[in-house]
């Protein structure tokens, strides 16, 4: 089955760790994003990538970094940086081309948890 | 910067009722989007609306494109239990000018809660 997983579903971190969330899609979706939800709230993006080693910073990227080595994968990597990490992470894929492009396709999620 | 209204914020509707709620934007959109989020889960995409004026159906549910671009609604017929989560609108960031960019702006959701 075609799908996006995270992993783990759930991370417990102590303060002033930096931790890594997985991301893989195999749908052949060229981009690939990262959003963050808060309680009560949207999701905001943190960052996204169009293509294989290029990526572009969202609304929230502060205290975050990624990379996109493969086309299937696209971790992010929550620095001690971020003032205030613990939240609902969502990773997400979409088309390149075609009217779908903004059809974006949601992993399960990974909850974060800084001690 | 931009935003996507969606009311209510929350209800509360005996199972078997039908279910209204809206998305409104000071932007013209050419792209609505509808999700459903299960507690604990990601998002799933309900609905994908491209023309104004359109209206799509899912089974129980139908959303709808509105004629101004600036709004659209999403209605859910005979409740049921399952259908209790939140529902989110989206839209491509920067509106109708935003068309080509791959980013999404959510709306904050309707929660739903359905009374067996």
């Known amino acids: 089955d075609g799908g996006i997983t995270q992993s783990p579903k759930y991370l417990f971190r102590k303060e002033g760790q930096n931790v890594t969330l997985s991301c893989e899609q195999n749908l052949n979706h060229d981009a690939m994003y990262w959003y963050r939800q808060d309680p009560g709230q949207g999701l905001r993006l943190i960052y996204y990538s169009q293509i294989v080693n290029d990526f572009q910073k969202g609304d929230i990227a502060e205290g975050y970094s990624v990379s996109r080595e493969k086309k299937e994968s696209f971790p992010l990597t929550v620095t001690s940086a971020q003032k205030n990490p613990t939240a609902f992470y969502l990773c997400?894929?979409?088309?390149?081309?075609?009217?779908?492009?903004?059809?974006?396709?949601f992993g399960p999620g990974t909850r974060l948890t800084v001690l | 910067g931009q935003q996507l209204n969606q009311s209510p914020q929350s209800m509360f509707i005996q199972e078997g009722e039908d279910v209204s709620m809206n998305c409104t934007s000071s932007?013209?959109?050419?792209?609505w989007l509808w999700y459903k989020q299960d507690p604990g889960e990601g998002p799933v995409l309900l609905i994908a609306?491209?023309?104004?004026?359109e209206l799509t159906s899912n089974g129980r549910l139908t959303a709808q494109f509105g004629i101004t671009r600036k709004d659209s609604f999403l209605n859910i017929s005979a409740s049921i239990p399952s259908d209790v989560g939140i529902y989110f609108c989206a839209g491509p960031t920067g509106g109708y000018s935003g068309a080509g960019s791959y980013q999404l702006t959510f709306g904050k959701g309707t929660k739903l809660s359905v009374i067996p």
């Open positions: 932007s013209i959109f050419n792209t």
């Open positions: 609306l491209y023309k104004a004026g």
């Open positions: 997400a894929s979409s088309m390149w081309s075609g009217r779908e492009y903004n059809e974006q396709f």
